[in-house]
């Protein structure tokens, strides 16, 4: 599956954007995940979060938990990561990606995501 990220762009701290990470080539089976990563300049690729396509399954990282939420559209084969409240320490490039599992578990592993976004620039102002 080939994923395509947008959404990104410049924000004043306690702002708000939503980024979406659309499928194409293929549609997300139940055996899907997708997750979020990002990447500050000089800093390794964090884990922001993930879902399960069957069941909605979610999870966040504890640095962003109560400020972004994902969520999904089955018709348009698209995941969502609304993020509210946003800090300078969340500037960083924003990738999404996906893994084929049969465990309901949400992983956290980069690695272990088979199919990449091209990443979306995410930039919080003070």
């Known amino acids: 599956v080939q994923l395509q990220a947008s959404g990104g762009g410049l924000v004043q701290a306690g702002g708000s954007l939503r980024l979406s990470c659309a499928a194409s080539g293929s549609t997300f089976s139940i055996y899907t995940m997708v997750g979020w990563f990002r990447q500050a300049p000089g800093k390794e690729r964090d884990f922001v979060g993930a879902i399960r396509w069957s069941g909605s399954t979610t999870t966040v990282a504890d640095s962003v938990k109560g400020r972004f939420t994902i969520s999904k559209d089955n018709a348009k084969n698209t995941v969502y990561l609304q993020m509210n409240s946003l800090k300078p320490e969340d500037t960083a490039v924003y990738y999404c990606?996906?893994?084929?599992?049969?465990?309901?578990?949400?992983?956290?592993?980069?690695?272990?995501?088979?199919?990449w976004g091209q990443g979306t620039q995410v930039t919080v102002s003070s």
């Open positions: 990606a996906a893994r084929s599992t049969i465990s309901t578990a949400i992983v956290a592993s980069a690695p272990t995501y088979t199919s």
